[in-house]
């Protein structure tokens, strides 16, 4: 491990091996890039889509599985032990749940788009071993957290709800062989909620707390709105699972007001830290990430009309793609645009034995084609879903796939400059 | 970030401050662009004022501390890699910062010529890029390991030492 690779660790190891996190975010990339394909493919069935196999199906779980819970694991397996002050015990599950869960989306997401129930199967218990070596390597390490509590806490949130909502879609995928699941699209819709708000949501509020004010160099703010926002998002998503399950919908409006209380005390939490920024100039990445609140709170407000019977056409397609897309998706690649090269300087060399520039190791075009694409992207295949016009979902997802080569480009150039460093174990 | 040991309060501290300077001229620098900006005007007399003096003897104060005081109590309890990594930054930082104070100067008594304002820009810019960095990192590893390295005695002593030193 070089000098500057061993920064956080050294007798505490907080910093991973490059390798660990960077895979994780170079593959997400290539999802990404994969999953507008697949969507540009399918463009007749997204606006209709109501649930079943079949590309849209396949596009829907790249873009989680392979694009979100990626990003995540790799953002989570370095962030969580520097949050908590704890190394993890081990490096070797990371690779570990990369292994499984590399091959596991892929199959999975060849069996939805091909109908093939096998490879669902198989690529389904792939997936959530992985999905289990991270969440026994992040608790493992959470349970040791001793500082930053708050932020532990919503990672617990997420473990859990990442549980369940792998066990309903694993449900759900031998429901289809043995045909035994009656309330399916009540589990379709708990299982998208929980893998959605609950384990990307939880994540998201929760590193948001530390990453944000980071970022931005703002004051510290109370944890109190923290424990707030968490009490009413684990609320909601408990009270929204029982109305599905249980058929029982009346409850659905008590998670919905649960839903806004958490996501409004998180807006005003992010409010308060960029109103104290130090800095004034927070660049693309913030266009991408204050974007994405407003992507959040038109999902929510588009659960609301449809609740409330308004006649919004394809609302239930829209209401999905508003939520991946643009809220976790537009998020994240905020994110991974400022984290990425940060973890890169870590790693390394540069000239004449002085650490690198950031600015050395990022790529401006490809981002900014990437940013400007990826929000006509999502604008154009907004309407088109809710004008039904496959015409315009195409050019959309067009649009989308050239975006994501852009942002394949930043992820493949920032992980070849870490490459060309000493190496890191 | 807000800390329960003083000495990781007073670089917290001194961060904000630094980070005002920064920002002042990264501010100044995003208006002027490639002109030369006029050296008479309040607010860019201000912050080469600013520049001139804060930064080059804030950082060299703050760096000497965390070099002699800090880094090495990492080492001793095992953590060699933190320091290392942060005396690299600061020995790109530093000639970045005594560059920028000595321009800063100049410009102040004779006023900025395109050439002298296009060599302030580039130094200036990757002082500003490396210093906001620096201290992402400070904030986010070495702050944090303090809570956890500093008994309450030691805290007093070296935050005491530090204050003094001010």
């Known amino acids: 491990m070089s000098m500057a690779g061993r920064f956080l660790g050294g007798a505490q190891d907080r910093l991973l091996p490059a390798a660990i996190p960077f895979r994780f975010f170079v593959t997400a990339a290539v999802f990404h890039l994969l999953a507008w394909m697949v969507l540009l493919l399918a463009a007749d069935e997204v606006a209709g889509f109501r649930g079943g196999t079949g590309p849209v199906l396949a596009a829907i779980h790249l873009l989680t599985l392979g694009t979100l819970a990626m990003t995540a694991i790799g953002a989570s397996l370095q962030l969580f032990p520097v949050v908590t002050r704890r190394a993890l015990t081990r490096n070797w599950p990371g690779h570990f749940s990369y292994a499984l869960m590399l091959p596991g989306v892929a199959l999975l997401s060849w069996g939805m788009a091909l109908h093939q129930t096998t490879a669902m199967q198989l690529g389904a218990g792939l997936t959530c071993c992985g999905l289990l070596v991270f969440v026994a390597l992040t608790a493992n390490n959470l349970r040791r957290a001793s500082s930053i509590p708050v932020v532990a806490a919503h990672g617990w949130l997420a473990l859990a709800t990442l549980f369940v909502a792998a066990l309903l879609g694993v449900l759900m995928i031998w429901g289809i062989e043995l045909n035994i699941l009656s309330n399916r699209s009540g ?28 970022f931005v160099l703002s004051r510290s703010l109370p944890p109190n709105p923290g424990w707030a926002q968490l009490g009413l998002t684990a609320l909601a ?66 659960v609301t009309a449809y609740l409330a019977g308004l006649a919004i056409p394809n609302a239930v397609s829209l209401i999905g793609f508003v939520l991946l897309a643009g809220w976790l998706l537009t998020f994240l690649c905020g994110v991974l645009h400022r984290i990425m090269p940060f973890l890169a300087s870590m790693h390394a060399a540069g000239k004449s034995g002085l650490p690198p ?17 990826h929000f006509s992207a999502v604008t154009l295949c907004g309407i088109g879903i809710v004008a039904d016009q496959s015409l315009l979902i195409r050019i959309g997802s067009a649009l989308g796939v050239v975006g994501a080569a852009g942002f394949a480009t930043f992820a493949i150039i920032v992980a070849l400059k870490v490459r060309q460093g000493p190496r890191t174990s | 970030m807000s ?164």
């Open chain 1, 237 to 302: 998503l408990l009270v929204f699972s029982i109305s599905f399950v249980s058929e029982f919908p009346g409850l659905i409006w008590l998670a919905l007001i649960a839903g806004f209380g958490g996501t409004g005390f998180y807006l005003w939490q992010m409010a308060k830290i960029l109103r104290s920024s130090m800095r004034k100039r927070l660049g693309l990445p913030f266009v991408l990430i204050r974007a994405s609140w407003g992507f959040l709170i038109l999902t929510l407000l588009l």
């Open chain 2, 3 to 166: 800390f329960t040991r003083r000495t990781a309060q007073l670089l917290h501290e001194d961060h904000q401050q630094t980070i005002i300077v920064i920002e002042a001229l990264d501010q100044l620098i995003a208006r002027a662009r490639k002109k030369a900006p006029d050296t008479n005007d309040p607010i860019v007399r201000k912050t080469l004022e600013n520049a001139s003096g804060a930064i080059e003897e804030e950082i060299s104060q703050h760096f000497a501390f965390e070099e002699n005081q800090l880094f090495t109590r990492l080492e001793e309890m095992g953590d060699v890699s933190i320091g290392e990594h942060l005396r690299g930054e600061h020995r790109a930082l530093l000639p970045l910062g005594q560059a920028v104070g000595t321009m800063a100067r100049t410009a102040l008594a004779n006023g900025f010529t395109d050439e002298s304002w296009a060599t302030f820009l580039n130094t200036s810019g990757e002082l500003i890029e490396r210093m906001f960095a620096h201290i992402q990192k400070e904030e986010m590893a070495l702050l944090p390991a303090l809570e956890d390295l500093l008994d309450a005695e030691t805290d007093i002593e070296l935050s005491t030492a530090y204050a003094d030193s001010h």
């Open chain 1, 187 to 214: 589990l379709a819709i708990t299982h998208l909620t929980l893998a959605s708000y609950g384990f990307m949501g939880s994540l998201v509020l929760g590193l948001s707390l530390v990453l944000i004010p980071m």
């Open chain 1, 357 to 373: 520039l950031l600015s050395d190791l990022t790529a401006e075009g490809p981002l900014m084609l990437h940013a400007v694409c």
